[in-house]
């Protein structure tokens, strides 16, 4: 117990450490591959989200999804890359190998999807080489070229305010 705090609390001064060294680079790229990195304890709705995406001109082909959890049973099946904690090394590092294909793959959108700061989900989304990142406004600032003021639940909501801006900064 105690390991597992000091673990999130390292890894955690690691990733604020070197968010606070990042260039936020424009790029007026056309979107056509996205990447959405999920939060599985507050949200279930994966694929009402992905139809939205797709309803909005996104190809389904094209959309790549990784989901956390913050356990992950023995005999757990699942439909999409699933990482936790313990995939974290204390050196702030991720072991697993489909969470090292999702970050090297560079997505013209990278959807962070989550409205909690967890050590995994911001060490994630950092080390991701996406073009352009948007996600939840509750989340470090730095970490996200575009925020969006509203919390996980309302899924309409956010895709409705995220292809209403991409329209205007000419994304899509």
């Known amino acids: 117990m105690f390991l597992n705090y ?24 056309v979107i056509t591959t996205v990447g959405i990195i999920f939060d599985e304890s507050y949200f279930y709705e994966k694929e009402a989200l992905v139809q939205e995406l797709i309803q909005n001109g996104i190809v389904e082909n094209e959309i790549k999804i990784l989901v956390y959890k913050d356990k992950i049973k023995k005999n757990e099946t699942f ?4 990482f936790s904690n313990k995939d974290l090394s ?4 991720v072991d697993k190998k489909e969470v090292k ?5 560079p997505f013209d959108l990278l959807i962070n999807y989550y409205d ?6 911001l060490l994630v989304s950092h ?5 352009f990142k948007v996600g939840f406004s509750a ?4 970490l996200n070229h575009f925020m969006i003021n509203t919390n996980a639940e309302n899924y309409k909501v956010f895709t409705d305010e995220l292809f209403k801006y991409l329209k205007i900064l000419n994304k899509i």
Request: without cysteine; charged residues 35%.
């Open 6 to 29: 000091f673990k999130d609390f390292s890894t955690k001064k690691i990733v604020k450490n070197s968010l606070s060294n990042v260039k936020h680079l424009a790029s007026d790229k």
């Open 90 to 93: 204390w050196r702030g590092t």
């Open 101 to 105: 294909e999702f970050v090297k793959q």
């Open 127 to 131: 080390l991701s080489k996406a073009s």
């Open 139 to 142: 989340v470090d600032k730095r």
């Open 79 to 82: 439909d999409y890359p699933v």
């Open 116 to 121: 909690t700061e967890k050590v995994a989900l």
